[in-house]
């Protein structure tokens, strides 16, 4: 306990009508009294401190009564014998007294005394510089112990002790400020009574780039310290806050305001200006956001550049686009935006309507020219048409001025895509406008099908000639519009023997039809059409494909275009005319007012190398792990890669087969093993054995074959001689080469 401090007790008395905080006392009452706590403040322990209120309320006092108890402190807590009370009645029996006594230094007698009336009296007590030891703590009961008259026993909470205060700090109105600077108005709270003094300090730290100005305006909103008592030093980036040395006994809050100076611009960070709470203080928020340090400035950013789109296909949705000012005011009246597509794009639809070169003047869905597209604290974004020769370039105009930093955000925004282009969709921005971007990526283009083939080599002026399977792959459900028709056309020249084998392998998707045609240039086209489309991404795979080679085709590769109106639209649609986007003259026929009429196909593959009929010797080349192989040259893909075990290296003897030239008609499984027809010769392999059959005659290999991915793998020695094929091993590159 503080014995060396002078210790006082100013101990007030009112009668009075209750209007603060009741928590009446649950035990017994004599006649119609009650004790109850006016208020509960949390304190700190260790020094002077002001109590909560006591209130005694007796209704009614008794005539010629007089009526005494003891009203008693915790050990923890002392009064001395200074005592400062007075008396006011709310309804005053007439000539009634009240008086309080002091006992010890924690104990206090109360009398209430009435003459020849009666009447309702209603007192509070007052413990005002009660003396805390650094011991207490919780909650602090004064005990009432009746000694006479209509004063019973009783036990009250009045106050809540805690070893340790708080603060709390706040940013009542923050800023937004250039070079020039700013002005921010900060509270700091205690949570108890006497938690700042002028020993400790509490500090709030600027980022780098920026200091501390002038402190105005500090005003005290609550507790019993004023503005004198405290004092809020800058010290360059530091704002240092305590207390002359003078204790609440009230807990208090106040407010002030400070400037905000740029100090270094070029170590100033632009963005929120975050203060770091620091000091000898526990304290919340260790950060504060105070204002925001920013230029005159105009950026755009797309919302999810991530978004997917697939190439060829129209109404495409892409990111949302914002267009963001630094400080109001950024955006110009008057001045332009533009916003270009690049040549594998057109717009459809911006801010939730549609746009067109020429829109049609009685239709709401379309934007005019003049319309409003967005607007943000006064200002606002323009349409203003469509440029350029292609119409791929959106023209936007500021008009007004904004009243506080804008951020304008364009949504429900769509394109048209070319085909067989993929990859970031970017747009450029631009105009008369000052913009810091100067491109922005909206969108990930990828194409509506992955494509893989197995690839052959066919003769000039043969017919009926194996060309590789082709494999078609949606990348999503839904992918094919099955409404559409899927495409498959050959080069000048090249047409099918017959008509291939096509079957959904995996997803759900169900074809209809497969019939060959020829298109407006007389190409053989492979169409496929279904009857459903899928609800899991599904799998084509087109097998059986032979070719007549015509004598006039030129050595090299077979180029097959995959496309169609299943998974191609923007060959033949154009710019939404108020009911649907088709061309009206060219239907799925190229035509000049089609976005891109000259691209109806979605990629370009090659399923077989046409070579002379005097070519006869083949080279081939293998690499460990990779999936990429070359015949003669020209690469071609796996769907699997070679492997080294056990000092073995294996090869898929299906691709073996095909680089020496044999044909994938000439390629049998029948669930049990593998056989090959080609070169003169049939082989036959079967996984898990060791044996290896050459025209009938079994060989023992040292190891057995082996099934990775569904395809047999052979370690490669094995499988030259096979083949009768020269084989060549190269440790540094890991290849194996072979020649026939």
């Not at 240092?240 to 611009?265: L, P, R, Y």
């Not at 797309?302 to 949705?317: F, H, I, M, S, W």
């Not at 083949?618 to 020209?634: D, E, L």
Request: hydrophobic share 40%; glycine share 8%; net charge negative.
């Amino acid at each position: 306990m503080l014995k060396t401090r002078k210790k006082w007790l100013s101990i007030l008395l009112t009668v009075a009508m209750l209007v603060g905080l009741m928590v009446p006392f649950a035990g017994p009452a004599i006649a119609g009294t009650s004790y109850y706590a006016v208020d509960v403040p949390t304190i700190q322990n260790d020094g002077l401190r002001t109590l909560g209120k006591l209130g005694v309320k007796i209704d009614p006092m008794p005539a010629n009564t007089t009526a005494q108890a003891l009203i008693t402190l915790p050990n923890d807590f002392d009064v001395v014998t200074d005592t400062v009370y007075s008396i006011e009645w709310a309804a005053q029996p007439n000539g009634a007294t009240a008086q309080l006594t002091y006992i010890d230094e924690n104990t206090l007698k109360l009398t209430v005394t009435t003459t020849t009336y009666s009447g309702k009296a209603e007192l509070f007590v007052a413990f005002e510089n009660v003396d805390v030891s650094d011991s207490a703590e919780g909650d602090v009961a004064v005990t009432i112990d009746g000694i006479s008259g209509p004063l019973p026993d009783g036990k009250v909470v009045i106050a809540k002790v805690v070893s340790d205060g708080a603060l709390e700090v706040s940013v009542i109105e923050d800023d937004e400020f250039t070079d020039d600077g700013g002005r921010v108005k900060i509270r700091v709270e205690e949570n108890v009574a006497g938690t700042l003094n002028g020993g400790d300090e509490l500090k709030l730290v600027l980022p780098g780039g920026l200091e501390w100005g002038t402190v105005s305006g500090l005003n005290v909103l609550w507790g019993d310290l004023t503005s004198s008592d405290i004092q809020i030093n800058p010290d360059e980036d530091e704002l240092i806050i305590k207390t002359d040395g003078s204790e609440s006994q009230e807990a208090i809050g106040f407010e002030f305001w400070v400037d905000i100076n740029i100090d270094d611009e070029d170590e100033a960070d632009y963005g929120d200006v975050t203060v770091k709470v620091k000091g000898d203080y526990d304290v919340t928020p260790s950060e504060i956001v105070v204002g925001q340090y920013a230029d005159y400035s105009v950026t755009v950013e797309a919302d999810d550049p991530d978004t997917k789109v697939y190439a060829g296909l129209n109404e495409q949705d892409i990111s949302d686009i914002t267009i963001k000012e630094g400080l109001e005011g950024s955006l110009d009246d008057g001045k332009t935006i533009k916003l270009t597509l690049p040549s594998n794009a057109r717009w459809v639809m911006f801010g939730g309507k549609y746009v067109a070169p020429n829109p049609p003047s009685d239709d709401s869905n379309f934007w005019q020219e003049g319309e409003v597209v967005v607007s943000d604290n006064g200002v606002e974004l323009i349409y203003a048409g469509l440029e350029g020769t292609d119409d791929r370039t959106l023209k936007l105009e500021v008009q007004n001025e904004s009243t506080d930093a804008a951020e304008l955000t364009i949504e429900d925004n769509q394109v048209a895509l070319e085909a067989g282009v993929t990859g970031d969709l970017k747009i450029k921005i631009s105009g008369t406008q000052d913009i810091e971007t100067e491109e922005i990526t909206v969108a990930k283009i990828v194409s509506p099908v992955s494509v893989k083939v197995e690839k052959t080599t066919v003769l000039i002026g043969k017919s009926g000639q194996a060309a590789g399977n082709i494999t078609i792959t949606e990348e999503a459900a839904e992918a094919i519009d099955a409404d559409g028709e899927l495409r498959i056309t050959l080069p000048e020249d090249v047409t099918f023997d017959g008509t291939p084998d096509v079957e959904v392998t995996s997803g759900d998707l169900e074809i209809d039809d497969v019939d060959v045609d020829e298109d407006d240039d007389d190409n053989d086209v492979l169409v496929i059409t279904f009857s459903d489309e899928s609800t899991e991404p599904s799998t084509i795979v087109i097998s059986g494909i032979k070719y007549n080679v015509d004598r006039t085709v030129t050595e090299g590769d077979i180029e097959v275009e995959i496309g169609g109106s299943a998974i191609v639209e923007t060959d033949h649609t154009a710019y939404y005319d108020g009911s649907d986007f088709d061309v009206e003259s060219g239907g799925f026929e190229d035509d000049d007012e089609a976005f891109f009429e000259d691209t109806d196909y979605a990629v370009k593959v090659v399923n077989a190398e046409v070579v002379s009929a005097i070519q006869t010797k083949r080279s081939a080349t293998f690499q460990i792990n990779s999936t990429t192989y070359s015949v003669n040259g020209i690469q071609a893909t796996m769907d699997v890669a070679p492997y080294i075990k056990d000092g073995r290296t294996y090869l898929p003897t299906r691709y073996v087969a095909y680089a020496l030239g044999i044909s994938p008609e000439n390629i049998i499984w029948d669930g049990v093993k593998a056989t090959f027809i080609g070169q003169g010769r049939v082989v036959q392999v079967t996984p898990g054995s060791a044996i290896m059959a050459i025209n009938g005659a079994p060989i023992t290999m040292d190891v057995v074959a082996e099934v990775v991915n569904g395809r047999v793998m052979v370690p490669f020695r094995w499988v030259a001689q096979a083949f009768g094929a020269q084989v060549d091993w190269n440790e540094a590159d890991q290849t194996v080469s072979m020649t026939l």
